[in-house]
């Protein structure tokens, strides 16, 4: 299974972003799906997953502001990103779940200016 992400780059405070991420390959089933990130210095946090059946959930310092949603027919996962802040700048990476394992892309820069 392969893992592409998409849709990142530079924005001001307050701006919006959508983060597309597509997976592709020998998929049967796809479970759960996330959005993680890693800002320099820091470890890579959760910042929102989704179920198979649409179920969500997101850090706090997200809420309100990040919707996930994903279309299972394309198995594609997107993360519409709201009134960034400069504190959301990191590398933002998907997992992506299948038959119980774990695949990861290889990150899309998000960068907020202000």
């Known amino acids: 299974v392969q893992v592409v992400e998409s849709g990142g780059g530079l924005v001001q405070a307050g701006g919006s972003l959508r983060l597309s991420c597509a997976a592709s390959?020998?998929?049967?089933?796809?479970?759960?799906m996330g959005w993680y990130r890693q800002a320099p210095g820091k470890q890579r946090e959760l910042v929102a997953t989704i179920g198979s059946a649409g179920s969500t959930n997101y850090r706090d310092s997200v809420k309100g502001r990040f919707t996930i949603s994903r279309d299972n027919a394309k198995n594609t996962m997107y993360l519409q990103m709201n009134s960034l802040k400069r504190e959301d700048t990191a590398i933002y990476y998907c997992a992506v779940t299948e038959r119980f394992r774990d695949y990861w892309g290889q990150g899309t820069q998000v960068t907020v200016s202000s």
């Open positions: 390959g020998s998929i049967f089933s796809i479970n759960a």
